[in-house]
């Protein structure tokens, strides 16, 4: 059994793509030592390609927990909890072209668990000790993943408003925000998320003062 003063202190945080889950990550790096947390993000949990979820025309639905190998991600989190390293494959977008790296995720005294769907699995939200919700108006959750779609993955306009209200809306509305009242912490970012983050680190750093001192 893992020791509770030795025990990694586990936090999720999700929201809807385009939320700005990534951007909080990134404050979070900027603030922290790499020995004191380990990022892990719930992309690299997604399931081969012929196994996604479809609709009745064929179509990949990525926006639906069953995407992810959820199951294998609450494993990961109990094998951290016993002072275990998890090495596993980084995602590639299934695409075949890419030779996956190896990614090492080590026990630290916080883990940090990022990614949509991260609350909906027992596995895993029961060994989160903080859930974190971003927050954000729909039409800047839209307008971001346009921009991003564009710029890193070449789609055009329509592709990405099809799949948007095809698949990323409704999913969001039935999987994701629901949780939102479960959340410990509410981090808005619809226009800027400065005071959230903040309360945020000013927690994480006492719970490392908390573990130093133990």
């Given amino acids: 059994m893992s020791d509770s003063r030795t025990r990694p202190y586990f936090v999720?945080?999700?929201?809807?793509?385009g939320s700005g889950k990534t951007t909080l990550l990134r404050r979070l790096q900027e603030r922290f030592e790499n020995a004191d947390l380990t990022f892990i993000s719930l992309d690299n949990y997604y399931i081969s390609r012929d196994d996604l979820p479809r609709d009745l025309g064929g179509n990949i639905n990525f926006d639906h927990p069953s995407a992810m190998d959820l199951t294998?991600?609450?494993?990961?989190l109990n094998r951290l909890a016993?002072?275990?390293?998890?090495v596993l494959d980084e995602y590639t977008y299934n695409n075949p072209q890419i030779?996956?790296?190896?990614?090492?995720?080590?026990?630290?005294p916080i883990v940090v668990v990022e990614g949509l769907f991260v609350f909906n699995h027992p596995s895993v939200?029961?060994?989160l000790d903080l859930k974190v919700f971003v927050?954000?108006?729909?039409?800047l959750r839209l307008s971001r993943r346009i921009r991003r779609d564009a710029a890193e993955r070449g789609y055009g306009l329509e592709d990405v408003l099809s799949y948007y209200e095809r698949f990323v809306a409704p999913m969001y509305r039935e999987h994701i925000d629901p949780f939102r009242h479960?959340?410990?912490?509410?981090?808005?970012?619809?226009?800027?998320?400065?005071?959230?983050?903040?309360?945020?680190?000013h927690h994480l750093e006492a719970v490392l003062r908390r573990k130093q001192s133990s």
């Fill in 12 to 17: 999720g945080i999700a929201g809807g793509s």
């Fill in 72 to 76: 294998a991600l609450g494993g990961d």
């Fill in 82 to 86: 016993q002072g275990e390293t998890v």
């Fill in 99 to 108: 030779v996956p790296q190896k990614i090492a995720y080590r026990p630290a």
């Fill in 125 to 127: 939200s029961e060994q």
């Fill in 135 to 139: 927050e954000t108006h729909e039409h």
């Fill in 182 to 201: 479960e959340c410990d912490l509410i981090v808005p970012n619809n226009r800027r998320m400065d005071a959230g983050t903040e309360v945020l680190i």
